[in-house]
C-alpha cells in the first residue's frame, strides 16, 4: 500500500505569507489558555506552513489565526494521480483511521484543493474520495450522507508536496472555509481589500496597538481598521460552535468560547476616506463587527477626509488619546487604477500618490504600510522603502511596502 498516515495542522495563506502566518501564530499561543510549546513548522513553498497536530494548537488557529487563508487537519497521503489507485489507496487508510468524525451518522463534503497535476478532473477526483469516505465511515459505523449547503464536517483533498515528491492529501478542514470571509462585512467599496491581506499589512507594520495609533487614510469599507482591532485584542474570528471541532474526538475537552486574548487593549484607529459615501459603508461595516458603541467610541474614529491635506493636528483632533502615544502607523491600500479603470488616469493617479507622499511626509516618525499594484507607486510616493514584499489580492498582483516617514 503506498498511503501513509500524516497528522499535521495545515495553514495555507496568500503567496509569500509564511513569516508573517508563523508570528501570529507564535504570538496567538503564547497568549492562549493552553500550556503548549509550538515547534517550528514545516514549510511548503512559499505559503504553506505544517505543524506537527496538536489540537490545542489547532483550536487557536481556527479560532483566532487572521493572515491563513484555510486551515486543514492532514490525515493521510497518497502519491496517486489517478482516480482508481487513489482510492485503492485511501480506502483501507481511511477505514482505519479513528480519528475520523464518531457518531452513528454525518454529513460531510469534500473540497478539492491545487489539483493540476491530478490526472483527472477536480470533480472526478472529489467524487473518489467521498466515495472513499463513505465507505470508510460506513466500515466504522456511521452511516455518512454528502451535504454541500451545511455539512458537519468538510474534508479537503488537493494535491501538495515539494516538487519532488507531490502527493494527493486528504484532510479535515478545521478552519471553517475561506478565511478572508469573516461574515461581518455588509457593504465593500470598489476595490476591497481581502481581510487576511489586510491583517497581513497590520503583521508587516509592526503596529503596537498599546503604544501606536493606527490611521487608514483611504480606508474605503474600513477593511483594515476592523482588522486592526481585532488584531489589537485577539478576538476570535471563528467561534467554535461554529467550526466542526464537536465531530472530532481529538478535541473534545476544548474551549467551547474563544475570548480575546489580549483582553483590555484600548487601540486608537482612524478610518478616513475622500468619498462621503463610504462613511455609511464604514459605520455599517464596524456595527457588523460589533465594533461600535461605548466601548468603541474613542477607540475607533471614522471621517471624511481627503488625504491631500491631512496633517497631524487633524490627527490629534479627530482622536485625541493620539497626543499621548508614539508615532504611529499609515496602513492602507490606494486606488490602482486597474480595478477602477477609468475613473483615474495615469496622471491623475501618480499625482495623487505624490501629494500622499507629501501630506504623509508631515508625520515625522511614523511608519506608512501599504499594499500597492501599481508598479510606479513608490517612485511617486517619494519615499524609500524599508520593506518590499510581493503579493496578490484575490487575482490582482502587487507588493506589500513599508516607510519610515
Ligand atoms: C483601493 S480603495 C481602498 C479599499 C479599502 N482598503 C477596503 O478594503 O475597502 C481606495 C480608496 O481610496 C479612496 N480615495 C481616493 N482618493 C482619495 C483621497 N484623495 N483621499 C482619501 N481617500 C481617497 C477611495 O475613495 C477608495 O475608497
Redo the contacts with the bound molecule.
Sequence with gaps: MNAQRCNDLRLTGSGGANRVMEAELKRLVMRSPFDVRLDKPTREGEETLLYAFDARVAWVAACHHRTSSRISWDLCSSPAVRLEPLFADLLPELSSDDRLPGGTRLSFSVEVGSSSDFEASPLQLRGVVKNALVEALASRGVTSDVDGDAPDVVFVARRAGTPEARRTVVGIDVGGGARHRRGARVA??????RETL?AQLIMLSRWDARTEPLV?????????PIEAAGLAVGAAIRHPPDLPLRHLAAFSGLPNEAPDLFPGTVASIVA????AA?IPAMVGNLRAAGLTGPTYDRSIVIAQ????GLTPDDIEHLAPAVRNMRPGVFC?????GV??GGEHGEAELLA?YA??GRALGRFRGWRAACFVANPKFVYAFGHRATMTKPASNANLRGTFLVFQL
Design positions: 465593500t467599496g470598489l476595490a476591497p481589500l489586510a487608514d487614510p483611504m480606508a474605503g469599507s474600513a477593511t483594515i478616513l476616506d475622500a468619498d463610504c477626509q481627503d488625504v491631500r492602507f491600500n490606494p486606488p490602482y480595478r477602477i495623487l501629494d500622499m
